[in-house]
T-cell receptor
Framework: SAVISQKPSRDICQRGTSLTIQCQVDSQVTMMFWYRQQPGQSLTLIATANQGSEATYESGFVIDKFPISRPNLTFSTLTVSNMSPEDSSIYLC???????????FGQGTRLTVV | AQSVSQHNHHVILSEAASLELGCNYSYGGTVNLFWYVQYPGQHLQLLLKYFSGDPLVKGIKGFEAEFIKSKFSFNLRKPSVQWSDTAEYFCAVNAPPSWGKLQFGAGTQVVVTP
């Protein structure tokens, strides 16, 4: 199994600012993902963080709003840019194996934009 | 479009009652299937998963799920629930070629009354 640490665990931010969320894994992993869980909603995949190349974004999510870094096989960051109250969500980092039989989640970052 | 459907959005039942939550998916071919639980204020926790073998899968906390390929279903069951099973339950699926990218159902909020 993989142990995933996310920082910060929660934050309250002013609209128009940006927040960078860090995800650290205790082992090297090929695949890292970022999800969003809006209040009362299910999880939606934002993007796949690729090591050594640009992230791959899902429909409805763009790099300018959610820039992602993946400098190595154990670390990734997600930035929520120019925040508005609609960005208030839980953001989760996830890792998996290449066969899709494992999927581990961090504890999430609860973001409130005021 | 591929989808994951959870039939019940909100379930209320008494302690010791049996629980069954439905999950259907629209993917063709090979899939991996997961059930996650999210207790109030806590992060996602894996209950069980299926990727091959015996279609009746046993998980933690007395939960089990049955994969019925012909019905594209992966229903979650527990014979006798406890108050501590109050939580939100999510079904999730991944499939080739995007192994690791989970698509989640909308979730089912389960409330167990004493």
């Amino acid at each position: 199994s993989a142990v995933i640490s996310q920082k910060p665990s929660r934050d309250i931010c002013q609209r128009g600012t940006s927040l960078t969320i860090q995800c650290q894994v205790d082992s090297q992993v090929t695949m890292m993902f970022w999800y969003r869980q809006q209040p009362g909603q299910s999880l939606t995949l934002i993007a796949t963080a690729n090591q050594g190349s640009e992230a791959t974004y899902e429909s409805g999510f763009v790099i300018d709003k959610f820039p992602i870094s993946r400098p190595n096989l154990t670390f990734s960051t997600l930035t929520v840019s120019n925040m508005s109250p609609e960005d208030s969500s839980i953001y989760l980092c996830s890792v998996g194996d290449g066969r899709g039989t494992e999927a581990f989640f961090g504890q999430g970052t609860r973001l409130t934009v005021v | 479009a591929q989808s994951v459907s959870q039939h019940n959005h909100h379930v209320i039942l008494s302690e010791a009652a049996s629980l069954e939550l439905g999950c259907n998916y629209s993917y063709g071919g090979t899939v991996n299937l997961f059930w996650y639980v999210q207790y109030p204020g806590q992060h996602l926790q894996l209950l069980l998963k299926y990727f091959s073998g015996d279609p009746l899968v046993k998980g933690i906390k007395g939960f089990e799920a049955e994969f019925i390929k012909s019905k594209f279903s992966f229903n979650l069951r527990k014979p006798s629930v406890q108050w501590s099973d109050t939580a939100e339950y999510f079904c999730a699926v991944n499939a080739p070629p995007s192994w690791g990218k989970l698509q989640f159902g909308a979730g089912t909020q389960v409330v167990v009354t004493p």
